[in-house]
């Protein structure tokens, strides 16, 4: 089959030099920016690719001429004249790399790894937008498929309309967002919030095969719902008509430790972030801070005796018990005083773990307002919702029956916490009704559970993640339990290795420094090895996306939620049917 080459864009040049990673293209005198992604034809034994080339680097050449310097310096003198009709000799070298290449196989498109190299003097086209999309969409049709939208194919300054997705099946295999300040990682959250409730959606319209997602959203600056500019959250959900809204949100989506504060739209879809500290296993505490082996020792002991009520009896403590020192027992109890003082985390009354739990396993949203929390308090609810739902399906994973599931999650979990979530657990785990006999679900088939860990660098450090952390079984398990991590941070190289090896996509912005430049380099899941000058002249909102299941590394620029919100509200208001991903072009 003969391609329609004129369907690729215009004609830019002819491929030079160069082997399976690089080339040296000889093009027209045209305005290239460095990132631009120019397209290969190539025919070799008749076997018709398509290459696909990103520029790293440029150079202006002028045909027959060996010094350029020369040619200014007798211009400067000589005037104009010297010049009359060298423009047809003034061309563009252009350097970079070979990212892959497309063909077509029994009719459809698959996309390789750069293990071949174009014709000799093969044709090279410059895609345009508005003519090219069609075509680049359908080759690059196995690198930017999936369900999470994330942004559209960057080339150089400009986009095409080839939308860039995610994979859901591959969010329990972590996923990094990484940027410095400003470089977009708070908007790039709300377009990815907006991509898993329009995921639900199309699956609460009718498409049962439409995975389900759940999302647990740390949001630090309390921005998420009602957002960085214009739109937030908060304004997709009150453009859903009332039953939409219930399927796909529930009666609530906002959590934050201070309901009075939070203004009166909002507050009619929050609730109170209140955690008991019976429902807090001394692990969760290993996971965000440094214990010495005695504390351990001593917080084990009183694990084992009085059980949930551990961080009650110690803290009701006037001395320490035989055999653990007073500067242990000092030292633990320090450590306890902000789980003392905390609102979030209080001795009695009513908890919010059980609905987080029943919104995370009916492929719900949250979003967490930590404004007010301190770094510790705002670590520890991570980790004990983290851990929370990891035991649960932790439990289910090990149990045949839901009758096996009841006694492994009365071993693993808080007695309290577990009897009051017992009976919702059954329901959503039991494949037949919710006798004891019933057989069990796979995790598999169960909502896919993202929860952000924001300011990363603090709990998944290599000295937290050397101990009994909870994210490191995450980390590692995750998988098994459908459960999956998106880690957010200004920095890669402070981040441990079990949780950078186990991470299997990244979408890297600006990064601030020649160091994470060069840690993001080395972390990405696919080589992007000399992208260095790429990440230097980066603008926010740009990124580049890698991940382990693809070959190429794929540019994206990532639209402004407020633009994707107005372009896709009406899909919202009812049954309109209409598919919010979908293009209109
Ligand atoms: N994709 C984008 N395109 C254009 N502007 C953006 C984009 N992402 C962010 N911005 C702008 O940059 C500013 C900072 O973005 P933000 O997401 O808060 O960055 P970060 O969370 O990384 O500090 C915002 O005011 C926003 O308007
Ligand atoms: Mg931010």
Redesign the pocket.
């Known amino acids: 089959m003969k391609l329609d080459k004129t369907k690729l864009g215009e004609h830019f040049g002819k491929v030079g030099t160069g082997n399976q990673t690089h080339l040296g293209i000889m093009g027209t005198n045209r305005d290239i920016a460095v990132g631009e992604i120019f397209m290969v034809y190539s025919s070799r034994d008749n076997n018709e690719r398509i290459f696909f080339f990103r520029v790293l680097g440029l150079e202006n050449y002028l045909r027959q001429v060996e010094n350029l310097s020369k040619v200014a310096g007798t211009l400067m003198v000589e005037g104009d004249s010297y010049l009359s009709g060298i423009e047809r000799n003034m061309l563009l070298s252009v350097e970079g790399r070979l990212l892959g290449y497309a063909e077509q196989r029994g009719g459809k498109w698959v996309f390789n790894s750069p293990r071949r190299l174009p014709d000799h003097l093969a044709d090279v086209y410059r895609p345009i937008s508005g003519k090219s999309d069609p075509l680049v969409r359908d080759m690059l049709a196995s690198q930017t498929g999936g369900e999470i939208y994330c942004g559209d194919l960057q080339v150089g300054e400009s986009t095409l309309q080839v939308p860039v997705n995610m994979d859901a099946k591959y969010l329990p295999m972590h996923v990094g967002i990484f940027?410095?300040?400003?470089?977009?990682?708070?908007?790039?959250m709300m377009v990815l919030i907006k991509s898993f409730i329009d995921a639900n959606l199309k699956a609460s319209r009718g498409n049962d095969d439409v995975t389900k997602l759940s999302a647990f959203c740390i949001d630090p600056h309390d921005?998420f719902a009602s957002g960085?500019?214009d739109y937030g959250i908060q304004d997709i959900v009150e453009n859903m008509d009332e039953q939409t809204r219930l399927t796909v949100f529930g009666d609530f989506y906002y959590l934050t430790t201070h309901l009075a504060a939070t203004s009166r739209e909002i507050r009619r879809y929050a609730r109170e972030l209140r955690i008991l500290w019976s429902e807090i296993k001394p692990r969760d505490l290993y996971s965000i801070m440094d214990f010495t082996n005695q504390m351990g020792a001593f917080i084990d002991g009183q694990y084992s005796n009085s059980g949930e009520d551990w961080i009650a009896d110690i803290l009701g403590m006037d001395e320490p018990p035989g055999g653990t020192t007073k500067a242990t027992f000092r030292a633990v109890k320090r450590r306890l005083r902000f789980v003392e003082r905390s609102p979030v985390f209080a001795k009695s009354g009513s908890s919010v773990l059980a609905d987080i739990f029943e919104a995370m396993e009916t492929g719900k949203i949250l979003v967490v307002n930590t404004s007010l929390m301190g770094d510790m308090e705002q670590f520890l609810l991570t980790t004990v919702v983290t851990r929370t739902l990891s035991d649960l399906r932790r439990a289910l994973k090990s149990s045949g029956n839901l009758g096996d599931f009841e006694k492994q999650g009365e071993k693993r979990l808080p007695a309290s916490f577990f009897s009051k979530v017992k009976k919702k657990a059954k329901s959503f785990y039991g494949v037949s009704g919710t006798t004891n006999e019933s057989p069990v679900m796979d995790p598999k088939n169960l909502p896919v559970i993202q929860v952000t860990v924001e300011e990363a660098p603090s709990i998944l450090n290599p000295e937290l993640m050397r101990g009994r952390s909870v994210f490191k079984d995450i980390s590692r398990q995750g998988r098994k339990f459908n459960i999956g991590l998106l880690v957010i941070s200004q920095q890669v190289s402070v981040l441990d290795n079990v949780i950078l090896s186990q991470m299997n996509t990244e979408i890297n912005?600006r990064l601030g420094n020649e160091r994470e430049i060069a840690s993001c380099i080395e972390n990405a899941s696919v080589n992007i090895a000399g992208f260095e000058n790429e990440f230097r002249v980066m603008s926010?909102?740009e990124a580049i996306l890698t991940a382990s299941y693809r070959e190429m590394p794929i540019p994206v620029?990532?639209?402004?939620f407020d633009d994707i919100y107005r372009r896709d509200k009406g899909n919202y208001k009812s049954n309109s049917g209409n598919d919010p991903e979908e293009y209109i072009i």
Do not use: C, F, W, Y
């Open positions: 940027g410095a300040t400003g470089a977009g990682k708070s908007n790039l921005e960085v500019d912005l926010r909102g620029k990532i639209p402004l």
